[in-house]
């Protein structure tokens, strides 16, 4: 396959879908070229000679790249602008957010075939293509350190001859893969953990990673109620919200929260939590696309209110390009690895393919609904 990889113009978006890396292992295949747009890794630190040197040609122009590939990598999904450039037939890759329903329906009728990453199936064969988790375990690191960097205190408990300073607390909300990551991260910098989450299987990674486990009392529904059979989290009664919220009151300091993709967050944090925390607490909103698990952050703004510290950063792996890109960029080589045939490099849209289907969003100029 041809295959593009343009620059990308989402305001913020810093990342771009293919490093020297993955290009020399596409080229390597000899079934596959690449151009790559002049500047489409400048902001990850890549420069178009290091492109050029893995094998890429570089096109000036977005057209341009659209003109010659068939399958186009992306990390955000074309917005309006791009879509009506891309041309009958071609491919595109990347987090399409397959919510955004007038986005997927304006690549069908342009007879795009999409392929949303979001909606890869969390199954082992597709591991080495889950964005999803590459992006939340960097987006649970820079949360922490953001946090880090907005308190106004040590983090780790620090004894001198002017007295003892007592270590940060935190308190992660969500043990998912950002959690987790979250954990380490404060761990490393001497704060004193506590985590929760409504999956109790959780527990025992919490605690792996040196964290304490914070229960909240569940009653054998709960528990029922907790997972789905994917090992995703579901929403929880009403009654289980207003114990857990309880605990949250209980606690405060920093505070970092990570919640369910692709559905509205839990409030976690309530307005009246906020207003008993410590003044100079912070709040690491991480699922603040989906509403958010505090009703008082703000989308990519850090706001104070009643004396805390609130952080609403929708796109934290942006601010770490070179890194978020290498590993975004592993991931859809996998993903291109599965689509495209060996011999021939033709994209094979085989829909008896579980990840295959589950990521495709359009095709034959219709929106695929899920099969779930
Ligand atoms: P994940 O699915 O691995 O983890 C979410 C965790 O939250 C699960 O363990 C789940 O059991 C838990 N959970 C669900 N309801 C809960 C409740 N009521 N109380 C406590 N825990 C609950 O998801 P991942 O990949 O860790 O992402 C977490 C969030 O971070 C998502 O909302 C995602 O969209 C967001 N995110 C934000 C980024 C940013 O830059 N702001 C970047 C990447 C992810």
Known sequence: MRIGIPKEIRPGETRVAATPETIKKLIATQVHTVIVQAGAGMAANISDQQFETAGAGISDTAADVYARADLLLKVRGPDPCETAMLPPGMIVVGLLAPHDRPGIEA?????????????????????????????????GYKAVIIAANEYGRFMPMLMTAAGTVKAARVLVLGAGVAGLQAIATAKRLGAVIEAFDVRPATKEQVESLGAKFIEVPVSEDDRRQAETAGGYAREMSEDYQRRQAALVDERSRIITTALIPGKPAPVLLREETIRSMKPGSVVVDLAVEQGGNCPLT???RIVVKHGVILVGYSNLPAMLAADASAL???????????LADSKSGAANVNREDEIIAGALVCADGRVVTPQT
């Open 107 to 139: 690549l069908a009728a342009r007879g795009v075939t999409g392929f949303a990453l979001e909606r890869l199936p969390r199954i082992t064969r597709a591991q080495t293509m889950d964005v999803l988790s590459s992006q939340a375990n960097i987006a």
């Open 298 to 300: 703000e989308r990519d």
């Open 328 to 338: 975004y960029a592993r991931n859809v080589l996998a993903f291109v690895t599965l």
